[in-house]
């Protein structure tokens, strides 16, 4: 099927004059006196002296080609955006003007956009003589579509254009795209291709909406983003945090009545009232959840390959034992079974190293990783500790570390006695080659869909094991975040909490941001000594006859 471009309907747009056009029957204040009282807003909220709040400038400030929002209800974002987009319409060419294209999934939206455009035209004084009603035509095959359109011209010779969402709307355009509630077109996937073709030729694409469930075409956007699959940038605005920065002074103003906070929180509570379960993903934006593990068994298995787990646990009472038969203990298991995997590294890459702490319940599982020239994270092994003293972990997490070719970072578990360990390893190997990471929601946000994109992508490999399995499975998506719900047990009938996910979490977090390499260069293992004579076993030729 060939969709043939746009063509104008003959018959001429209707206009309406300014005034008429964005005032609704049922109002008898004008718009701008109802949306930005003047003489309120010092008094409403003084903290306050910017139109728009710290969120809505943010937003408008990122100027990226693609820029997503996972937003609350009624936050007021397209409200900023549209004023961001007069501005853009109103300049020149050579100014950086262009046209902008609105898309909302209803003919209401696209109403209200228009009107709020019109507004922010005025307020900037911008030349724009009238709100134009009318229809284009567009031809699909032998049939021929038309769809209404709202538009507003500026001056510069560029305009605002309200469309409906059909993808095909967009073919042939150019200039900055905003869809809004994006997560309720029926058709996004096919939308988003048509709306990035238009990047090409310096165009903007601008998405905004609430939450409809994790497995949404938008949530996959805004994980892909995250996971560094796609370019661009995120904003996620929270209805708590709105509140926070002003928002309910906005109602305020827009009621003309004093800014209260005690009626700020009784309204906070009514709004959550009234949302009811749906709260989480309408206010907080946490995406609904769908059915399934966060990695199927089947994409797991295929990262995984015939490298070993090797796992120590030590006797009841062993914290007791002296230092040095504790440390003798573990230094034997070390250079047995430990340093021999550690020879046989390629020692042209770069490694890293990821740790997640457990003591007397859950374990600690400590991953290290080479960086291939493909990029994939090939971890040659994992060890778990369990009942291990802190200072016999700090001994193994040296023991390997140090002997890590070209290693340049480490991510450490620093929540609560896990903190002594990564802190041992900082002022070992440095601050700025190991990370003391205190994972909280938002870590864990931001850090686990790159890992997800790299299971998907094969740039990951780890070893082929049960409960390796078992703890990847274990991360589930909790209030809109992949993250570790339970607790389960291990083959070898110990308690487990996903320890080995989290660890493979972290090792591949700190090779997406490695620090300068660790290398040295070794000297004589012994002088020559006076009598200037060379020995076999000497690591360097000395060339000075001198002693030194």
């Not at 080609?65 to 009624?74: H, I, N, Q, Y």
């Not at 972990?393 to 040296?398: E, L, P, R, S, T």
Request: with cysteine; glycine share 8%; aromatic share 8%.
């Amino acid at each position: 099927m060939v969709i043939a471009k746009a063509a104008r309907s003959k018959a001429a747009p209707t206009k309406k004059p300014l005034a008429e056009a964005i005032n609704r029957a049922d109002r008898v204040e004008d718009l701008l006196q109802d949306e930005l009282p003047a003489s309120l807003a010092v008094e409403v909220n003084s903290a306050i002296d910017a139109v728009l709040l710290k969120y809505q400038q943010e937003w408008v400030a990122d100027d990226s080609d693609l820029k997503v929002a996972e937003k609350s209800r009624r936050v007021g974002l397209t409200w900023a955006e549209a004023s961001d987009n007069v501005l853009i319409a109103a300049k020149s060419r050579q100014g950086g003007g262009m046209n902008v294209y609105y898309i909302g999934y209803n003919m209401d939206m696209a109403i209200e956009y228009i009107e709020a455009c019109a507004m922010w035209a005025r307020v900037f004084n911008q030349v724009a003589e009238a709100v134009e009603e009318g229809e284009e035509v567009f031809k699909d095959g032998d049939d021929e579509k038309s769809i209404k359109t709202y538009t507003i011209r500026f001056a510069s010779g560029f305009r605002i254009v309200a469309l409906s969402s059909r993808p095909a709307n967009l073919r042939g355009k150019q200039g900055v795209v905003v869809i809004d509630e994006a997560a309720f077109h029926g058709a996004l996937d096919e939308l988003l291709k048509a709306a990035l073709a238009l990047l090409i030729w310096g165009g903007k694409v601008r998405v905004i909406s609430t939450h409809d469930g994790d497995q949404n075409p938008f949530n996959e956007l805004v994980n892909e983003i995250r996971a560094g699959s796609r370019k661009g940038s995120v904003h996620r605005i929270t209805f708590k945090e709105a509140v926070e920065q002003g928002l309910f002074g906005r109602v305020c103003m827009r009621r003309g009545v004093p800014w209260d906070v005690d009626a700020q929180g009784s309204w906070v509570i009514g709004v959550y009232a009234f949302y009811g379960s749906a709260a989480e993903e309408e206010l907080d934006v946490v995406p609904s959840q769908g059915s399934g593990a966060w990695l199927t068994t089947a994409l797991i298995e295929q990262r995984m390959y015939g490298a070993p787990v090797l796992r120590f646990t030590c006797p009841k009472g062993f914290e007791q034992e002296p230092d040095g038969a504790r440390w003798a203990a573990i230094q034997d298991w070390l250079d047995l079974e430990v340093g021999p995997l550690l020879e046989v590294l390629d020692p042209e890459l770069q490694s890293a190293f990821g740790q997640d702490f457990g003591r007397t319940g859950d374990l600690t599982v400590m991953v290290p990783a080479q960086i291939e020239q493909n990029l994939r994270r090939r971890a040659p092994f994992i060890l778990e500790l369990r009942n291990m003293p802190h200072k016999q972990q700090n001994q193994v997490a040296q023991y390997v570390i140090k002997r890590l070719p070209r290693f340049v970072k480490a991510s450490v578990d620093a929540r609560g006695n896990g903190h002594a360990v990564a802190e041992f390893l900082a002022q070992e190997f440095g601050y700025s080659r190991v990370d003391l990471i205190m994972a909280t929601e938002t870590w864990y946000r931001e850090n686990m869909p790159p890992l997800k994109q790299a299971f998907e992508d094969d740039t990951i490999a780890i070893p082929r094991d049960k409960d390796v399995l078992g703890d990847l499975r274990a991360i589930k998506m909790i209030k809109g975040v992949a993250r570790v719900p339970e607790r389960s047990t291990g083959k070898d009938g110990g308690q487990r909490h996903g320890d080995a996910g989290i660890a493979i979490a972290l090792m591949y977090y700190a090779s997406r941001h490695p620090g300068a390499e660790m290398a040295w260069t070794a000297m004589p293992k012994s002088s020559r000594g006076f009598d200037t004579v060379a020995h076999g076993d000497d690591d360097l030729s000395l060339p000075e006859p001198e002693a030194w």
